[in-house]
């Protein structure tokens, strides 16, 4: 059977790929070149080409509150048109299953903690990646029309919490948290710098995963793509605090020094905790805690990064 893996060069697509179930299938990992998602009529002539069975949709303009803030529209319009584009034309060429990657973004912003599935689209979204989260909101209102206009039609969501992880995005302009965090603290190390600054007072919650986990989590879905509910999330179902995740890397990285907090900067949601009792339920956990997690993510940062 053949699988359409969008986003194959991603940290999460290069994660998927890389799973040991993968080889139990014919996975497309088509480069922008090959297949330019912004472009219709390529998408459809690929998919009448190669006619995948699955497709699972990676793709899109990802990055951390610095490059939201920075460009919104950016990621409204690429990621809109990325996963409109794919979708739709996959319905009309006939692929019959999809798992179409979401955000915990999407939730609002005032959501009661731990953010269940229901809660999608029951008020305002957060400010600092709503751009984001309006065109991964689409897509996922998308794959629920197309459904229900043909039941036969197996478009679920997957709703991961924060990923980090091997081939994680190093760039600070770019970065999520726990990259940005490995990144300061390493820099703060071997520079001798005493002090680290974070943004806000560290009170901020945060849900993160190791990227390979999700990868299980899609590859546990595939083949139960028809029982799935959907749209459900995908996480460790606990949260941290920024400060938290601070002093755990500082201690995994041997840093010793200590923090500033900038209170004039944005931090996002008070809290993001999704409620994972659904994945959970059907038989799916994660098997790497934060602390293995972090430690692995710094190893492969060393290898290919510093």
Not at 28 to 42: A, F, V
Request: aromatic share 10%.
């Amino acid at each position: 059977m053949s699988v359409l893996l969008t986003g194959g060069t991603g940290m999460v697509g290069r994660n998927i790929k890389e799973h040991q179930n993968a080889c139990n299938y014919c996975v497309l990992t088509p480069s922008r070149k090959e297949l330019d998602l912004t472009n219709r009529e390529q998408i459809r002539s690929y998919l009448k080409t190669n006619r995948p069975e699955y497709i699972i949709h990676a793709a899109g303009l990802v990055g951390g509150i610095h490059a939201n803030i920075a460009n919104p529209s950016k990621f409204l319009i690429e990621n809109l048109e990325i996963g409109c584009n794919l979708i739709s034309e996959a319905a009309r060429i006939g692929v019959k299953n999809i798992i179409n990657l979401g955000s915990s973004c999407m939730y609002p912003k005032n959501g009661p903690n731990p953010l269940k599935e229901e809660y999608l689209l029951n008020g305002s979204l957060e400010p600092t990646n709503e751009g984001y989260a309006i065109a991964k909101i689409a897509a996922q209102r998308l794959c629920d029309y197309l459904r229900i206009e043909d039941d036969s039609r197996n478009y679920i969501t997957l709703m991961p919490c924060n990923l980090y992880g091997k081939y994680d995005n190093y760039n600070p302009k770019r970065s999520h948290l726990i990259a940005s965090i490995i990144v300061k603290l390493h820099k703060a190390k071997f520079n001798n710098k005493k002090l680290v600054e974070i943004w806000g007072d560290g009170s901020v919650r945060r849900e993160f995963m190791y990227a390979k986990d999700f990868a299980d989590a899609v590859w546990f879905s595939l083949p139960r793509i028809k029982e799935m509910p959907h749209i459900i999330n995908i996480g460790r179902g606990e949260d941290y605090s920024i400060l938290d995740y601070y002093k755990k890397i500082s201690k995994i990285l041997e840093f010793e020094g200590s923090f500033t907090f900038d209170l004039s900067k944005p931090t996002g949601m008070k809290q993001k905790l999704l409620n994972v009792k659904k994945i959970n339920d059907l038989g799916w956990f994660p098997k790497h805690n934060l602390e293995l997690g972090i430690k692995k993510t710094y190893s492969h940062y060393l290898e290919c990064y510093r």
